[in-house]
């Protein structure tokens, strides 16, 4: 299925710095493409930390640990999510979450003005704020920052955080409505050229949610879900030039054990962000997983997506969207 669609499909490491590797994010910079994932010995070691390569002259860099959770008594905490986002004319902003598990882990941040090569010293976000919780941020035609947010304590629900000083201080929505009856987490945005912002992501429902705004972010629609299928399991969505959205997610239900579902990976486009045409399966390995895609459509303009490849490493796909 439209697999002429691929032109490059390669590992970002030939060498894994971790036992385990998940949870990619990245972002085109001037100096080229930067994606993180979090690595360590398994989700929810201490030791776990947040890892980076840079792309330079087709070729990815060794990674380095560029963030981790260590506290100033000398102790560890597990570090999760990375999102990478760079703000028109700010620097290059790391996101990661620190914490013991979901329910109870904070926002930290870290920025670059050398497009990732160095960083600044990690800051704990405000009380109140998580920052983007997997999937990256978008920034709006009057500037403001859109942050797709959610929280796992008790009940499942999402939430987002605006910022109007290009990443320098935000505020917080309350949960969206219908968040007791759809548990969701982990929303992806789409800025529709008609100025309205939807957001999709997982839920406890084998379905995904959406939710939209027509007002820059600050109120959303209820919760509901779409026909799509998914098996709780992450994803992520980025709008075209060509005016589509294109979606990167699990197809499938879910099933016994938390991985089941996610040996599929595929690639959906729509034109009204309602009606989604599967175009491409990228993975298809019963019982394997795949998954936690970031995708964005670079500066080559072609589509860019990293995801979990066997929770061992990080594979970087290239697709030329004029074929799907």
Known sequence: MNTHAIV??????ASPPTAQSHASALVDTPSGLVVAWFGGKQERDAGVGIWLARQQGGHWTAPIEAANGEQPDGSRQP???????HPHGGPLMLFYKV????????????TSYDDGVHWSTAQRLPDGVLGPIKDKPVQLADGSIVSPSSTELGRWRIHFERSTDNGRSWTSSA???N??????????LLAWSGGGLQAIGRTRQNHLFTTRSGDGGRTWSALKLLSLPNPNSGIDAVMLADHRALLVYNPTQSGKNWWDGRG?????VSGDGEHWTKVLTLEDTLGAEFSYPAVIQGRDGKVHIVYTWKRLRIKHVVIDPAKL
């Open 79 to 85: 570090s999760w999510n990375p999102v990478l986002f």
């Open 99 to 110: 914490g013991a598990d979901p329910a109870h882990w904070w926002g930290m941040l870290k």
């Open 179 to 188: 968040s007791d009856a759809i548990e969701a987490i982990q929303p992806s």
């Open 175 to 177: 949960p969206i409505a």
């Open 8 to 13: 490059l499909s390669e590992f970002v490491s």
């Open 264 to 268: 599929t990976l595929a690639v959906a």
